[in-house]
Protein backbone atom coordinates (compact mmCIF):
# COMPACT_ATOMS: atom_id res chain seq x y z
CA UNK A 1 0.00 0.00 0.00
CA UNK A 2 0.98 3.34 -1.06
CA UNK A 3 0.49 6.78 -0.94
CA UNK A 4 1.75 10.13 -2.30
CA UNK A 5 0.06 13.36 -1.92
CA UNK A 6 -1.90 13.23 -5.55
CA UNK A 7 -3.79 10.38 -4.59
CA UNK A 8 -6.76 9.58 -2.90
CA UNK A 9 -6.51 6.89 -0.40
CA UNK A 10 -9.12 4.60 1.35
CA UNK A 11 -9.06 3.72 4.91
CA UNK A 12 -9.96 0.04 3.71
CA UNK A 13 -6.76 -1.54 6.36
CA UNK A 14 -8.85 0.07 9.24
CA UNK A 15 -11.24 -1.03 11.53
CA UNK A 16 -12.17 2.45 12.45
CA UNK A 17 -11.26 5.52 11.83
CA UNK A 18 -7.94 7.19 13.94
CA UNK A 19 -8.88 9.59 16.28
CA UNK A 20 -6.04 11.22 16.46
CA UNK A 21 -1.93 11.71 15.48
CA UNK A 22 0.37 13.22 17.86
CA UNK A 23 3.16 14.81 17.68
CA UNK A 24 5.74 14.89 20.23
CA UNK A 25 8.71 18.46 19.83
CA UNK A 26 12.22 16.94 20.48
CA UNK A 27 12.27 20.56 22.28
CA UNK A 28 9.65 19.57 24.39
CA UNK A 29 10.54 15.55 25.53
CA UNK A 30 14.32 16.08 25.24
CA UNK A 31 16.88 18.74 27.25
CA UNK A 32 17.62 20.24 23.77
CA UNK A 33 21.00 21.77 24.93
CA UNK A 34 22.42 19.05 26.88
CA UNK A 35 23.57 16.18 24.23
CA UNK A 36 21.21 13.57 24.41
CA UNK A 37 19.56 13.95 27.51
CA UNK A 38 15.70 13.25 27.63
CA UNK A 39 13.90 15.44 29.96
CA UNK A 40 12.26 12.72 31.99
CA UNK A 41 9.30 14.91 33.99
CA UNK A 42 7.90 16.20 30.74
CA UNK A 43 8.12 13.25 28.97
CA UNK A 44 6.31 10.87 32.17
CA UNK A 45 3.90 13.73 32.09
CA UNK A 46 2.95 13.84 28.28
CA UNK A 47 3.04 9.72 28.69
CA UNK A 48 0.22 9.85 31.50
CA UNK A 49 -1.56 12.79 29.45
CA UNK A 50 -1.59 10.60 26.67
CA UNK A 51 -2.72 8.25 28.49
CA UNK A 52 -5.49 9.59 29.93
CA UNK A 53 -6.82 11.72 27.26
CA UNK A 54 -6.89 8.87 24.34
CA UNK A 55 -7.08 5.42 26.13
CA UNK A 56 -10.62 4.43 28.03
CA UNK A 57 -9.31 2.74 31.04
CA UNK A 58 -7.85 5.05 34.35
CA UNK A 59 -6.08 1.43 35.11
CA UNK A 60 -2.28 1.02 34.52
CA UNK A 61 -0.66 -1.83 33.80
CA UNK A 62 2.70 -1.63 32.84
CA UNK A 63 4.24 -3.02 29.75
CA UNK A 64 8.05 -2.09 29.85
CA UNK A 65 8.86 -5.58 31.61
CA UNK A 66 12.64 -4.84 30.94
CA UNK A 67 15.33 -3.55 33.17
CA UNK A 68 15.97 -0.17 33.73
CA UNK A 69 19.35 1.83 34.68
CA UNK A 70 19.02 2.09 38.72
CA UNK A 71 16.06 0.27 39.33
CA UNK A 72 17.21 -4.00 40.50
CA UNK A 73 13.38 -5.05 39.59
CA UNK A 74 11.58 -5.54 36.58
CA UNK A 75 7.62 -4.49 36.75
CA UNK A 76 6.01 -7.35 35.53
CA UNK A 77 2.30 -7.25 36.47
CA UNK A 78 1.09 -10.85 34.99
CA UNK A 79 -1.39 -11.05 37.33
CA UNK A 80 -2.82 -7.44 36.31
CA UNK A 81 -3.77 -8.32 32.83
CA UNK A 82 -5.33 -11.82 33.85
CA UNK A 83 -7.98 -9.65 34.71
CA UNK A 84 -8.79 -8.21 32.02
CA UNK A 85 -10.75 -8.93 28.88
CA UNK A 86 -8.72 -6.78 26.01
CA UNK A 87 -6.11 -4.33 26.43
CA UNK A 88 -7.20 -1.01 26.35
CA UNK A 89 -6.51 0.95 22.89
CA UNK A 90 -8.22 3.70 20.95
CA UNK A 91 -6.39 4.48 17.16
CA UNK A 92 -3.94 6.69 17.10
CA UNK A 93 -0.33 7.30 16.28
CA UNK A 94 2.26 9.29 17.94
CA UNK A 95 5.59 11.03 16.13
CA UNK A 96 8.70 12.59 18.31
CA UNK A 97 11.37 14.69 17.07
CA UNK A 98 14.78 14.25 17.87
CA UNK A 99 15.83 17.30 20.14
CA UNK A 100 19.22 16.33 21.43
CA UNK A 101 19.07 13.70 19.71
CA UNK A 102 20.38 13.14 16.19
CA UNK A 103 20.92 16.63 15.09
CA UNK A 104 24.40 16.91 16.54
CA UNK A 105 25.05 13.57 14.60
CA UNK A 106 24.08 15.03 11.70
CA UNK A 107 24.52 18.67 11.29
CA UNK A 108 28.41 17.88 12.09
CA UNK A 109 28.49 15.31 9.36
CA UNK A 110 26.42 16.90 6.75
CA UNK A 111 23.90 13.66 6.40
CA UNK A 112 21.05 15.90 5.20
CA UNK A 113 23.23 17.87 2.15
CA UNK A 114 23.73 14.15 1.22
CA UNK A 115 26.87 12.56 0.00
CA UNK A 116 26.87 8.99 1.31
CA UNK A 117 29.84 8.20 -0.91
CA UNK A 118 32.01 10.93 1.80
CA UNK A 119 33.43 8.60 4.67
CA UNK A 120 32.23 11.10 7.20
CA UNK A 121 28.48 11.45 5.73
CA UNK A 122 28.03 7.39 6.18
CA UNK A 123 29.82 7.58 9.46
CA UNK A 124 27.15 10.61 10.75
CA UNK A 125 24.21 8.28 8.98
CA UNK A 126 25.06 5.26 10.74
CA UNK A 127 25.58 7.37 13.89
CA UNK A 128 22.22 9.82 13.30
CA UNK A 129 20.01 6.60 13.40
CA UNK A 130 21.95 4.99 16.68
CA UNK A 131 20.76 8.33 18.41
CA UNK A 132 17.42 8.66 17.08
CA UNK A 133 16.50 4.96 17.13
CA UNK A 134 18.12 5.32 21.43
CA UNK A 135 15.42 7.92 21.76
CA UNK A 136 12.60 6.47 20.07
CA UNK A 137 13.17 3.10 22.09
CA UNK A 138 13.12 5.33 25.83
CA UNK A 139 9.76 7.06 24.65
CA UNK A 140 8.00 3.75 23.95
CA UNK A 141 9.14 2.16 27.10
CA UNK A 142 7.64 5.74 28.52
CA UNK A 143 4.49 5.08 26.57
CA UNK A 144 4.40 1.47 27.80
CA UNK A 145 4.93 2.39 31.61
CA UNK A 146 1.44 3.89 31.17
CA UNK A 147 0.10 0.69 29.72
CA UNK A 148 0.05 2.39 25.81
CA UNK A 149 0.31 -1.24 23.61
CA UNK A 150 3.35 1.04 21.42
CA UNK A 151 5.92 -0.36 18.88
CA UNK A 152 8.59 1.86 18.09
CA UNK A 153 9.24 2.03 13.69
CA UNK A 154 11.92 3.84 11.86
CA UNK A 155 10.97 5.28 8.70
CA UNK A 156 14.31 3.56 7.72
CA UNK A 157 13.53 0.14 8.03
CA UNK A 158 9.93 0.66 6.66
CA UNK A 159 11.68 1.53 3.58
CA UNK A 160 11.08 5.05 3.26
CA UNK A 161 12.59 6.72 0.80
CA UNK A 162 13.01 10.46 -0.52
CA UNK A 163 13.81 11.88 -3.87
CA UNK A 164 15.93 15.16 -3.31
CA UNK A 165 14.81 15.80 -0.13
CA UNK A 166 11.37 15.67 -0.63
CA UNK A 167 8.76 12.56 0.59
CA UNK A 168 6.98 11.58 -2.93
CA UNK A 169 6.05 8.47 -1.42
CA UNK A 170 5.35 6.34 1.59
CA UNK A 171 4.74 2.55 1.72
CA UNK A 172 2.62 2.81 5.15
CA UNK A 173 0.80 -0.46 5.09
CA UNK A 174 2.96 -1.95 8.19
CA UNK A 175 1.69 1.42 9.68
CA UNK A 176 -1.69 0.34 9.49
CA UNK A 177 -1.19 -3.17 10.02
CA UNK A 178 0.21 -1.86 13.26
CA UNK A 179 -2.93 -0.22 13.96
CA UNK A 180 -5.38 -2.79 12.74
CA UNK A 181 -3.97 -5.11 15.74
CA UNK A 182 -4.13 -2.71 18.26
CA UNK A 183 -0.93 -1.40 18.64
CA UNK A 184 0.08 2.33 18.95
CA UNK A 185 2.71 3.47 15.99
CA UNK A 186 5.90 5.88 17.67
CA UNK A 187 7.09 6.74 14.44
CA UNK A 188 10.30 9.57 14.87
CA UNK A 189 12.63 11.62 12.59
CA UNK A 190 14.83 9.50 10.59
CA UNK A 191 18.20 9.51 8.63
CA UNK A 192 16.66 8.02 5.22
CA UNK A 193 18.04 7.30 2.08
CA UNK A 194 17.40 9.72 -1.23
CA UNK A 195 17.73 8.62 -5.01
CA UNK A 196 19.08 12.26 -5.54
CA UNK A 197 21.75 12.93 -2.95
CA UNK A 198 22.39 10.09 -1.61
CA UNK A 199 20.57 10.79 1.89
CA UNK A 200 18.61 13.11 3.94
CA UNK A 201 16.99 14.08 6.87
CA UNK A 202 12.95 13.29 7.17
CA UNK A 203 11.44 15.02 10.00
CA UNK A 204 9.24 14.47 11.70
CA UNK A 205 6.84 17.23 10.89
CA UNK A 206 7.21 16.07 7.20
CA UNK A 207 6.26 12.30 8.37
CA UNK A 208 2.61 14.09 10.28
CA UNK A 209 1.41 15.12 6.91
CA UNK A 210 1.90 12.16 5.20
CA UNK A 211 0.07 10.53 7.87
CA UNK A 212 -2.33 12.69 8.38
CA UNK A 213 -3.10 12.66 4.53
CA UNK A 214 -3.61 8.99 4.06
CA UNK A 215 -5.38 8.32 8.09
CA UNK A 216 -7.16 10.88 7.67
CA UNK A 217 -7.28 11.50 11.74
CA UNK A 218 -10.08 13.20 13.93
CA UNK A 219 -7.52 16.34 14.26
CA UNK A 220 -3.51 16.46 14.79
CA UNK A 221 -1.62 17.62 17.65
CA UNK A 222 1.92 19.33 17.82
CA UNK A 223 3.38 19.42 21.29
CA UNK A 224 6.23 21.92 21.82
CA UNK A 225 8.30 23.54 24.77
CA UNK A 226 6.06 26.88 24.09
CA UNK A 227 2.63 28.03 24.21
CA UNK A 228 2.03 27.98 20.28
CA UNK A 229 3.25 29.65 17.14
CA UNK A 230 4.32 33.42 18.23
CA UNK A 231 4.25 36.43 16.09
CA UNK A 232 8.13 37.19 17.09
CA UNK A 233 10.64 34.36 18.41
CA UNK A 234 8.92 34.02 22.11
CA UNK A 235 11.82 35.54 23.71
CA UNK A 236 11.15 38.94 22.13
CA UNK A 237 9.41 41.12 24.57
CA UNK A 238 7.09 42.39 21.35
CA UNK A 239 6.28 38.42 20.79
CA UNK A 240 2.39 37.76 20.65
CA UNK A 241 0.95 34.23 20.42
CA UNK A 242 -1.53 33.59 17.54
CA UNK A 243 -4.61 31.86 18.69
CA UNK A 244 -6.23 30.97 15.23
CA UNK A 245 -4.51 31.07 11.79
CA UNK A 246 -7.10 30.45 8.81
CA UNK A 247 -5.63 28.44 5.69
CA UNK A 248 -7.57 28.83 2.53
CA UNK A 249 -8.06 26.35 -0.43
CA UNK A 250 -5.09 27.39 -2.17
CA UNK A 251 -2.64 27.07 0.67
CA UNK A 252 -2.37 30.98 1.88
CA UNK A 253 -3.12 31.23 5.38
CA UNK A 254 -3.91 34.54 7.39
CA UNK A 255 -4.32 35.25 11.31
CA UNK A 256 -7.68 35.23 12.16
CA UNK A 257 -7.06 36.04 16.20
CA UNK A 258 -5.58 37.92 17.30
CA UNK A 259 -6.02 41.08 15.21
CA UNK A 260 -2.87 42.50 15.10
CA UNK A 261 -2.05 45.95 13.36
CA UNK A 262 0.88 46.38 10.72
CA UNK A 263 1.48 42.48 10.32
CA UNK A 264 1.68 40.44 7.20
CA UNK A 265 1.63 36.54 7.22
CA UNK A 266 5.36 36.54 7.46
CA UNK A 267 5.68 34.75 11.20
CA UNK A 268 9.33 35.73 12.61
CA UNK A 269 10.74 32.14 13.39
CA UNK A 270 14.04 31.55 14.42
CA UNK A 271 15.92 28.09 13.87
CA UNK A 272 18.83 26.69 16.34
CA UNK A 273 21.84 26.35 14.00
CA UNK A 274 22.52 22.37 14.65
CA UNK A 275 18.22 21.50 14.03
CA UNK A 276 18.47 20.33 10.18
CA UNK A 277 14.90 19.82 10.29
CA UNK A 278 13.79 23.17 10.19
CA UNK A 279 12.40 23.83 13.17
CA UNK A 280 8.88 26.14 13.70
CA UNK A 281 9.40 26.84 10.38
CA UNK A 282 8.71 23.44 8.83
CA UNK A 283 6.31 22.90 11.56
CA UNK A 284 4.34 25.73 10.70
CA UNK A 285 4.37 24.59 6.86
CA UNK A 286 3.17 21.29 7.51
CA UNK A 287 0.43 21.77 9.71
CA UNK A 288 -0.81 24.17 6.97
CA UNK A 289 -0.92 21.57 5.20
CA UNK A 290 -2.86 19.17 7.08
CA UNK A 291 -5.30 21.66 7.85
CA UNK A 292 -5.78 22.51 4.23
CA UNK A 293 -7.32 18.59 4.27
CA UNK A 294 -9.76 19.63 6.82
CA UNK A 295 -8.03 18.22 10.14
CA UNK A 296 -7.47 20.73 12.52
CA UNK A 297 -3.99 21.39 13.84
CA UNK A 298 -3.48 22.26 17.38
CA UNK A 299 -0.02 23.22 18.52
CA UNK A 300 0.37 23.55 22.44
CA UNK A 301 2.55 23.24 25.35
CA UNK A 302 3.43 19.97 26.20
CA UNK A 303 3.12 18.73 29.95
CA UNK A 304 0.23 21.66 30.43
CA UNK A 305 -3.72 21.67 31.03
CA UNK A 306 -3.70 23.25 27.78
CA UNK A 307 -2.29 20.03 25.90
CA UNK A 308 -4.48 17.90 27.97
CA UNK A 309 -7.89 19.69 26.61
CA UNK A 310 -6.20 19.67 22.27
CA UNK A 311 -5.25 15.77 23.41
CA UNK A 312 -8.62 14.85 24.37
CA UNK A 313 -10.39 16.32 21.52
CA UNK A 314 -12.51 18.85 23.64
CA UNK A 315 -11.47 21.56 21.49
CA UNK A 316 -13.26 20.38 18.82
CA UNK A 317 -16.28 21.55 20.18
CA UNK A 318 -15.61 24.96 21.42
CA UNK A 319 -11.92 26.72 21.94
CA UNK A 320 -12.08 28.16 25.61
CA UNK A 321 -11.46 32.06 25.88
CA UNK A 322 -8.37 30.47 28.45
CA UNK A 323 -7.13 28.26 26.54
CA UNK A 324 -3.39 29.03 25.38
CA UNK A 325 -2.45 27.61 21.90
CA UNK A 326 -2.48 27.71 18.53
CA UNK A 327 -5.27 26.30 15.97
CA UNK A 328 -4.66 26.24 12.54
CA UNK A 329 -7.97 24.92 10.85
CA UNK A 330 -9.50 25.04 6.58
CA UNK A 331 -11.24 28.11 5.65
CA UNK A 332 -13.44 28.29 2.34
CA UNK A 333 -13.54 32.04 2.82
CA UNK A 334 -10.94 33.65 0.85
CA UNK A 335 -7.69 34.22 3.48
CA UNK A 336 -6.47 37.79 3.33
Known amino acids: MEFNGN ?13 CIVKLGGAAITCKNELEKINEENLEIVS ?3 RQALLSSDKVVGMDWSKRPGISDIACNVAGFRDKLSVDSTNFIVVHGGGSFGHFQASNSGV ?38 SVGMS ?17 LSVVAKTIKSGFVPVLHGDAVLDDVQGCTILSGDVIM ?5 YMKPDYVVFLTDVLGVYSHPPTEPNAVLLREIAVGEDGSWSITKPTLQHMNNQVEITVAAHDTTGGMVTKISEAAMIAKLGIDVYIVKAATSHSVKALSGELREKIPDDWLGTVIHFSREEVQ
Do not use: M, Y
Open 209 to 213: RHLAA
Open 48 to 50: TQL
Open 7 to 19: QTATDVNQTKPIR
Open 155 to 171: PFSCGWSTSGGNLPVAD
Open 112 to 149: HKGGLQQPLVKAGFVATRISVTALNLEIVRALAREGIP
